[in-house]
Each structure stands twice: as structure tokens, then as C-alpha cells.
């Protein structure tokens, strides 16, 4: 295997899995507020806190993570592999 082809089984092998998560993760919120609305307006104990704030910022933090693992994951792996084919 050369090593463009290489490059591209790899990105397909790391942002495949990564987009997958951010889109499973924002549909099931999308599908969640059209059909169970009254399931994001639940009260967190005593506080005016619901749950639809919580799964929306849970939404927030993950995409964070996941571009902070998809960075250190591409400077790491795909990087090198590029300046080894432009070399």
C-alpha cells in the first residue's frame, strides 16, 4: 500500500468513528426535542435546572473533546504521514 492510500484509509479510520458520535449525539437531542418534549423540560431535583440544559451542554463539552481528540489524534498520526508524502 503506498503511502497516499495510507493517509486516506487512515482519516477514514479516525474521523469516521469521531463523526458518527457528534451526529448520533446531536440527532438523538433534535429527535428528542420533536417527539419527547416533555422529557428536556424535567426539573434536575430542586433546582431550575432541566434536563434539556444538562444534555445541551453535555452537547457542548463533547464536541469539545471530541475536536481536542481529533486534533492530538491528526497531529499525531495524519501530520507526519502528510510530510512524508510531500517529501
Known amino acids: 500500500m ?3 492510500a495510507l493517509l486516506i484509509s ?3 479510520k479516525i474521523v469516521l468513528p469521531l463523526l458518527i458520535i457528534i451526529i448520533g ?3 438523538s437531542f433534535i429527535l428528542c426535542i ?3 418534549p ?3 423540560t424535567i426539573q434536575i431535583s ?3 435546572i432541566s434536563f434539556g440544559i444538562v ?3 453535555y452537547l457542548i463539552i463533547l464536541i469539545f473533546f471530541i475536536t481536542v481528540l481529533y486534533v492530538h489524534l491528526s497531529n499525531k498520526y495524519i501530520e507526519p ?3 512524508k508524502i510531500k517529501s
Do not use: M, R, V, W
Open 2 to 4: 503506498n503511502d497516499f
Open 10 to 12: 487512515l482519516k477514514k
Open 25 to 27: 449525539s446531536y440527532f
Open 34 to 36: 420533536a417527539y419527547y
Open 38 to 40: 416533555e422529557l428536556l
Open 46 to 48: 430542586d433546582s431550575t
Open 55 to 57: 444534555f445541551g451542554f
Open 81 to 83: 504521514l502528510i510530510k
